[in-house]
């Protein structure tokens, strides 16, 4: 009727599952196929695929963002906590300007020579802060031991400046943290992290499914 209230809009899906939460390999090689790949990353990728424990290795299109954030903030000085073949860590030192630092820590002596430091990460993050200082960094990724995400966390947001970026992969976790009745303990330090930082007014915060689910964490 003219002049008579008009309808409300509709309600909106608040349960709409993103392409990527239902993506069949069809769309997934799809999307491969135009992602954005460098050569050295894609042999890395074929040879790291025959190893044990390739599932700890992040995907193309995770490394294609990771690349992709590093240009966008212009960082010169990175961290990366946990390595395994060095696939994302490659993917961010190509992203690196020449004058550029990637400090890649890693427990596995056997995981790579690009790893700068072999250890504890919380004692090679403790070291680099003492050595550094606070503020110093541009630009982290964490994807090490879930059970200490949370101190990895922590010690990262010193180090890191402010508008800095974490990156901290595995969130979603094979979609395990969602189900009450997984008590692994990996799980369970993973919904704690979750919990956690979505209450942590230090960081502005977003989790994206793309690869195991990645929180973007910015230090306010």
């Avoid at 709409?16 to 939460?21: E, I, R, T």
């Amino acid at each position: 009727m003219p002049g008579g209230p008009s309808a409300p809009p509709p309600a909106p899906d608040m349960n709409k599952v993103p392409v990527a939460m239902s993506m069949d390999s069809v769309l997934y090689d799809y999307m491969l196929k135009h992602t954005r790949e460098a050569e050295v990353l894609a042999a890395l990728r074929k040879e790291t695929h025959d190893m044990h424990g390739r599932h700890m290795q992040i995907t193309p299109e995770q490394g294609q963002l990771l690349a992709l954030l590093v240009e966008l903030m212009g960082a010169q000085r990175a961290i990366e906590v946990g390595v395994f073949t060095g696939y994302s860590a490659l993917a961010v030192a190509l992203a690196l300007p020449e004058t550029g630092k990637l400090v890649a820590l890693d427990r596995d002596a056997r995981s790579m020579a690009v790893v700068d430091i072999v250890g504890p990460a919380i004692d090679s993050l403790e070291s680099l802060l003492q050595a550094d200082g606070p503020n110093t960094y541009d630009f982290a990724f964490i994807d090490a031991d879930k059970r200490a995400y949370q101190h990895y966390f922590e010690l990262l947001l010193q180090l890191i400046r402010p508008g800095g970026l974490i990156a901290v992969d595995n969130v979603l976790f094979y979609g395990k943290v969602s189900d009450p009745t997984i008590e692994d303990k990996a799980t369970q330090a993973l919904r704690k992290f979750n919990d956690q930082v979505i209450n942590d007014q230090r960081v502005s915060l977003s989790i994206i499914p793309v690869g195991d689910g990645m929180a973007l964490c910015r230090k306010r």
